[in-house]
């Protein structure tokens, strides 16, 4: 099983970078796939969800509005495309795979890749 983060970048505030997380090794298409962040010295925070078919999707208030998940389950590949980037968006953001929308744990977890906001 690999999950394979890329896109990471430095990016000036206001900005926008998309993420893309290539999977292998499982039935991408059965699972439901999930961004997390990490910033230096903070918990992993979940920043984005979606169902195994795309028909549902999940933010947190901090990044709604700005950030959006999608899929091409052709490709075995989820995306994360961010905009009107803050400083406070720096963090590694990892991509995850689950069989359970809600609850549960990941199954599976990539390396993940640096996003840096910063002027």
């Known amino acids: 099983v690999q999950l394979v983060e890329s896109g990471g970048d430095l990016v000036q505030p206001g900005g926008s970078l998309r993420l893309s997380c290539a999977a292998s090794?499982?039935?991408?298409?059965?699972?439901?796939m999930s961004w997390y962040r990490q910033a230096p010295g903070k918990e992993r925070e979940l920043v984005a969800r979606?169902?195994?078919?795309?028909?549902?999707?999940n933010y947190p208030e901090s990044v709604k509005g700005r950030f959006t998940i999608s899929r091409d389950n052709a490709k075995n590949t989820v995306y994360l495309q961010m905009n009107s980037l803050k400083p406070e968006d720096t963090a590694v953001y990892y991509c995850a795979a689950r069989t359970f929308f809600r609850g549960g744990k990941e199954s599976y977890w990539g390396q993940g890749t640096q996003v840096t906001v910063s002027s």
């Open positions: 979606i169902s195994a078919t795309g028909s549902n999707t």
């Open positions: 090794g499982f039935t991408f298409s059965s699972y439901h």
